[in-house]
């Protein structure tokens, strides 16, 4: 019994010993931590610390993500980068950015009143010479926001005691990723001309782009919801303008805007169709519309000269399906 109780109290006083290390470790990074921030505060309060917004778009706005997946709707995070001067204060804005970032939001456009502000959580940081980059959760912006019935601009906000600088105002806009129906994320979709397309065909996966081939009906509930089958006159207005080359095996269509590198456009793989079981002609392009015609239903055709929306008796046939939203 005394053997026992003498492995019980060693055992109790190596645990001690462990936490006090431990104790006495962690009040060491809080010193540190704090130093941090005292050193901070002085740097801000002489007014010698700056932040510069890097815009990631070339309007100067920044993305907010939104997933539209089956019924479910989930806001993403968005980043915020900034060229911190003098450099090397970027690494200890980062060291303690829990203790000091804070993101501040005002909507532009009326909610209750215009100037309604907003708090929005800071996830993360880093830094890399001298450029923060600050990971925002999105999920305290209003619902409006995403409707485009409210604007939102925010200001990146760092506090050392009594002392805070501010960046300037960032615009958001809110941008629509596809989710395909395995629940994966594709990406963002594209605005031609006010509709937005899916940036790839319905069943497309990073090894097979052409997707899935479905005939005319069941074209018509192919996507997920919250998508729809293009119609007749989506098909005639991307297609205006687009662009291809023999070896492509696909187009580039940009709507009223001639292609370009910088222009929305959307890649439309030449896949092909399915017929009996077997895919055919791949390297032609064919996808359907939603839209029934007098001798079938409409279809864009391409085959190596301007794409074309025309109807035909082959309902029948397998073909891709590209997805919009209004």
Request: glycine share 10%; charged share 20%; with cysteine.
């Amino acid at each position: 019994m005394k053997n026992v109780l003498k492995k019980t109290a060693a055992s109790f006083a190596i645990a001690s010993m462990l936490l006090v290390t431990s104790c006495k470790s962690y009040d060491k990074d809080i010193q540190r931590l704090d130093g941090r921030v005292d050193h901070l505060a002085e740097l801000i309060q002489t007014g010698n610390v700056s932040l510069t917004y890097i815009p990631s778009r070339l309007d100067g706005h920044e993305s907010v993500p939104y997933y539209v997946g089956g019924d479910n709707v989930s806001i993403g995070d968005f980043t915020l980068k900034y060229d911190v001067v003098p450099a090397e204060i970027a690494d200890e804005i980062m060291q303690s950015w829990q203790k000091c970032l804070s993101v501040k939001g005002v909507y532009t456009s009326t909610k209750v009143e215009a100037g309604d502000f907003v708090s929005l959580s800071v996830k993360s940081a880093s830094a890399v010479d001298g450029v923060l980059s600050v990971v925002v959760s999105g999920n305290d912006i209003d619902e409006k926001f995403f409707d485009g019935s409210i604007s939102l601009g925010v200001s990146l906000q760092v506090t050392s005691g009594s002392n805070t600088i501010r960046s300037e105002y960032v615009g958001l806009e809110p941008s629509t990723h596809y989710v395909g129906e395995t629940g994966k994320d594709m990406g963002e979709a594209v605005n031609i001309d006010g509709t937005l397309w899916a940036p790839v065909n319905v069943g497309a996966t990073s090894e097979d782009l052409n997707g899935s081939y479905f005939t005319y009906e069941d074209a018509k509930t192919a996507c997920p919801n919250g998508w729809n089958t293009p119609s007749k006159s989506d098909l005639e207005n991307v297609s205006r303008h687009y662009y291809t080359l023999p070896d492509m095996f696909g187009y580039y269509l940009s709507g009223s805007a001639d292609y370009s590198s910088g222009a929305n456009s959307i890649f439309l793989p030449a896949a092909g169709f399915k017929l009996g079981g077997k895919i055919l002609n791949v390297g032609l392009t064919f996808y359907w519309s939603s839209t029934m015609g007098d001798d079938g239903p409409y279809y864009l055709g391409a085959t190596g000269n301007d794409p074309a929306v025309i109807s035909g008796p082959y309902a029948m046939n397998g073909l891709p399906v590209r997805c919009v939203k209004k």
